[in-house]
């Protein structure tokens, strides 16, 4: 019988904790929850975790995520491997400026930065926008195509679900994930290197 997680009205990253502390315990889990970022992220969550995922939306507005899991997460059993040898570069981005004092000039030196992460040898693993630099990520962004390109060679890119809320960037985000505090909180912890311009 399968454990039953009520994550409806919970803010994020809730559902997703409730989920993976259920998965640790069970293997047969169904998570309720009532908005389309919940179930992103914790389908995202369930695919990281090696489980089947059957998603199925009901009339009342809620969704009903049936979650399996197949076999033990191969991804949690090389974290502590990874983490000894120096763990992934993390570039964090927090505002759609960099430094302090003029705000322009701050947009200028930003733009410039992650323009000459497209060229930097090594390149970032990962990078988090979170703040006013979810910004970066949005339609008609001044860097989206440098940020398509870090993406298209790999780079891994999270974007905080929080702020794309906050900053009515809902359906506007134009690279990357749309993630949450669970995943970006994890990511920083694991980093062999985190980088904020």
């Keep these: 019988m399968p454990k039953i997680i009520d994550a409806k009205g919970l803010a994020c990253p809730q559902p997703v904790i409730l989920t993976k502390k259920a998965l640790e315990q069970h293997k047969d889990v169904i998570v309720i929850v009532d908005n389309d970022t919940a179930v992103e ?3 995202r969550l369930a695919s990281n975790e090696s489980c089947s995922i059957e998603v199925s939306g009901k009339s009342d507005g809620l969704y009903e995520i049936h979650l399996i899991k197949k076999q033990d997460n191969p991804v949690a059993a090389t974290t502590g491997a990874m983490t000894a040898a120096g763990g992934p ?5 927090a505002a759609d400026t960099m430094g302090r ?50 993406e298209g060679k790999g780079v891994k890119i999270l974007v905080c679900g929080t702020c794309v809320n906050y900053f009515e960037l809902t359906g506007k985000v134009a690279v990357g994930t749309v993630s949450n505090m669970y995943d970006i909180a994890g990511t920083l912890s694991q980093a062999g290197r985190i980088v904020q311009p």
């Design 41 to 43: 992220n914790i389908t």
């Design 89 to 93: 570069t993390v570039f964090v981005i």
């Design 101 to 150: 004092g003029d705000d322009k000039l701050g947009g200028v030196l930003m733009k410039a930065f992650i323009h000459t992460a497209t060229e930097l040898d090594p390149i970032p693993d990962i990078m988090i926008f979170y703040n006013t630099g979810v910004k970066h990520a949005g339609e008609g962004s001044d860097v989206l195509d440098d940020l398509k390109i870090l």
